[in-house]
């Protein structure tokens, strides 16, 4: 059925394939192609020359990853996701049946089955497994094929997780890294890869505003990723919340008044690039060209793993 | 793109005619076209024939223009920030943002929430909204269209402007409805938007899911019932002495144990079954737990059931508890006992389950609603005392009792 085709698999688009896409699309690839700091084939040259704007200028010589790259990106990190929340609510690996233990990588710092402070909290992280789970079938599905296999990884990168305390730390920065990449790629993306890339987005959005008041009302310690994070904190006051987010925190990670930008207006979510969300799992903030580190000791599967 | 048509709400969707959704697309898309009077048979062949084009840069001469979907989504971003203003602050959004508005009716006074944390949490939710209105207004720029008239209680008045005492269960039962709907609009607008509109629809859409995510969690915590208490509407006929409604329009989100509100229904009488015979409007029945007291005729009578939660994409706020957890797990939101076409379910997030999950929508993804099928939430009238049923073709009611402003302003027509 056509809603389930890739639309683009081939990493070397076809020049029809750009013509495609508006213009302002394939200059944020060129952009997105920037961060990454990828270099490639003479191709690059003949792909953009296909575009329909001449203020595309043909100054770089890049190969544009194909939607499936941006797919595989994004499967890396529910890879991650529903490992991480398998072991600590189920006590063991994601199942066989999910494909993402055929082939995989070795996962080490698996933590044991945990014990969370009430039956909500345990109930709401076994939900937030079951999506997990199956955002990692449906994108295998998805990408059929193209479909990259679980990649090594180390869940203990941040810290032995030995407590819930500290499992819901790492799992509310997973959420929010992970709604934070959705929108940054989205972009990239078209047709049917885009409508489970949003989809997705809005689930990881869901459990981070779940596990972010959690983590107030439990008092979960908290590990800043990166500049874009925002710390979870009730101000206390409603006059200051009305106020928006601040350096204290807020409730929600989105920009405040001191933190908006014309690219992340005040109320908005932000975005990162892969490589920002790759130097946060990769445990190398502020480094480019980074290829494995902290989660993926081996690095992630597929063409985008480098920061 | 399957999702991302322009679907006709079909009160009597089934899961099967969700999953055939997909194979429908092209269909829909020419009757989408079509329903917008675009006669341009050319160009409308070129766009269902052309998979490649999902998201055109332009799409003004074969549909709505990207600025027409980023103004839908500011006709919600209007409501909900004007909702939280009243809630909140106890008035009106910053004099900034209302030039040229519409009147607010039966605006809610300002909520005192009985914790601290809720009244931070929901202030900072009014921040969040009020931003989101200023930045659509300034990405949209000379495009953006004005506020509508609005009734704050979803009750298609434009009789008071008096404002109207709300419990804090019922503000936040409405904000969780406004969050969620939010979220399923904006996953199926992003379709047609692209470059910096669709990232600014991604990041909306975020911070939207952010706090649905916290207001359903909310909600669990204080054991709220699921408000407003009705927002789908039937209508039938009863006849005194008998326990059986007949000619039923729209059995979509009821569910067995609701209560019925209504001329002749005696009073506390539930839905003790519901019998769908075919998809027709107006061929179902249900039978009630007590006698009617008095009869209507075809069509006369408007009933509403009351905790009936939504249009069988919504998953009602709850913790489902400990004998539950490994099925929660394995199955996702779970399946509320006695419901019926579509089913009901319940969970911590608004996803779909192993049984409701789709191609286009698969379990543990977040739906996506048509702009029909949100302005079918939005258009529809909540109170036991109103009797108004938004159906297809209905370009105003409920919150919009003048309609949303700008070219997406219609349940579309069933086609």
């Known amino acids: ?307 | 793109m399957a999702s991302k048509e322009i679907e006709v709400l079909d009160p009597t969707a089934t899961v099967e005619k969700l999953k055939n959704l997909a194979s429908r697309r092209a269909m829909n898309r020419r009757n989408f076209v079509t329903a917008l009077g675009v006669t341009g048979a050319a160009a409308g062949a070129g766009l269902v024939s052309s998979r490649t084009p999902a998201r055109p840069s332009t799409v003004s001469a074969l549909g709505p223009a990207q600025t027409d979907y980023l103004n839908f989504l500011l006709n919600i971003k209007y409501l909900e920030a004007t909702y939280y203003s009243y809630i909140t602050q106890g008035a009106d959004l910053p004099i900034s943002l209302t030039a040229a508005s519409g009147t607010m009716y039966q605006p809610p006074a300002k909520v005192t929430f009985p914790t601290q944390q809720i009244t931070d949490l929901v202030n900072e939710i009014y921040y969040d909204e009020l931003s989101h209105v200023i930045g659509l207004r300034n990405i949209l720029g000379a495009a953006a269209v004005n506020r509508p008239a609005m009734n704050l209680q979803g009750l298609n008045t434009t009789a008071s402007t008096t404002a109207v005492t709300v419990t804090p269960a019922a503000a936040l039962g409405t904000i969780r409805l406004f969050e969620d709907v939010g979220v399923t609009a904006i996953n199926y607008l992003a379709e047609f938007l692209t470059s910096n509109y669709l990232t600014s629809a991604a990041q909306i859409l975020a911070a939207e899911a952010f706090h649905a995510g916290a207001l359903r969690l909310i909600v669990i915590q204080q054991a709220d019932a699921l408000v407003p208490p009705a927002y789908l509407s039937f209508s039938g006929v009863i006849t005194s002495g008998s326990p059986t409604i007949t000619n039923v329009s729209n059995t979509a989100g009821l569910i067995v144990g609701a209560t019925l509100i209504g001329t002749g229904i005696a009073s506390g009488a539930k839905i003790a079954a519901i019998n769908i015979a075919s998809e027709a409007f107006g061929t179902g029945t249900i039978t009630m737990s007590a006698n009617a007291n008095a009869s209507t005729t075809t069509n006369a009578t408007t009933l509403i059931g009351t905790n009936t939660p939504s249009d069988g994409l919504d998953v009602e706020p709850v913790d489902p508890g400990a004998a539950q957890v490994s099925a929660l797990a394995t199955s996702g939101p779970l399946l509320v006992t006695g419901t019926s076409n579509p089913p009901i379910y319940e969970g911590f997030f608004n996803t779909a389950s192993i049984a409701n999950g789709t191609e286009t929508t698969p379990a543990g993804f977040a739906f996506a609603r048509t702009t029909g099928q949100v302005l079918t939430i939005l258009y529809s009238t909540y109170a036991a005392t109103s009797y108004i049923v938004a159906l297809p073709g209905a370009a105003k009611g409920g919150y919009f009792p003048l309609g949303v402003t700008g070219a997406i302003n219609s349940i579309p027509t069933q086609g």
């Open chain 1, 1 to 307: 059925m056509a809603s389930k085709e890739i639309e683009v698999l081939d990493p070397a688009a076809t020049v029809e394939k750009l013509s495609s896409i508006a213009t302002a699309r394939a200059l944020n690839r060129r952009n997105f192609m920037a961060a990454l700091s990828m270099t490639g084939a003479a191709a690059g040259a003949a792909l953009l020359s296909g575009c329909t704007s001449s203020t595309v200028a043909v100054s770089t010589t890049t190969v544009a990853p194909g939607e499936s790259d941006v797919l595989n990106f994004a499967l890396n990190l529910e890879y991650l996701e529903a490992t991480f929340y398998s072991y600590i609510t189920q006590g063991t690996d994601l199942p066989a049946s999910s494909g993402a233990t055929a082939n995989s990588g070795a996962i080490t710092g698996a933590p044991a089955k945990l014990t969370f402070a009430t039956q909500q909290i345990t109930d709401q992280l076994n939900e937030i497994y079951f999506d997990e789970l199956n955002h990692v079938i449906a994108l295998r599905t998805l990408l059929a094929s193209a479909a990259v296999p679980r990649p090594a990884i180390n869940l203990a990168a941040a810290g032995t997780i030995s407590t819930a305390a500290t499992a819901l730390s790492v799992a509310r920065q997973f959420e929010d890294v992970g709604a934070t990449a959705y929108a940054g790629a989205l972009t990239l993306l078209t047709s049917s890869s885009l409508n489970y890339a949003i989809q997705i987005l809005a689930v990881e959005g869901f459990h981070a505003g779940a596990l972010r008041l959690v983590s107030i009302q439990n008092s979960i310690a908290y590990s800043q990723a990166d500049s874009l994070d925002v710390k979870p904190f009730d101000p206390g006051s409603a006059a200051t919340a009305a106020a928006g987010p601040t350096a204290s925190g807020a409730f929600f990670a989105t920009a405040g008044a001191a933190s908006a930008s014309s690219s992340t207006p005040a109320g908005f979510a932000f975005t990162r690039t892969t490589s920002q969300v790759l130097q946060i799992l990769y445990g190398t903030p502020g480094v480019i060209g980074t290829t494995k580190g902290g989660f993926f000791p081996n690095g992630l599967n597929g063409l985008i793993a480098s920061t």
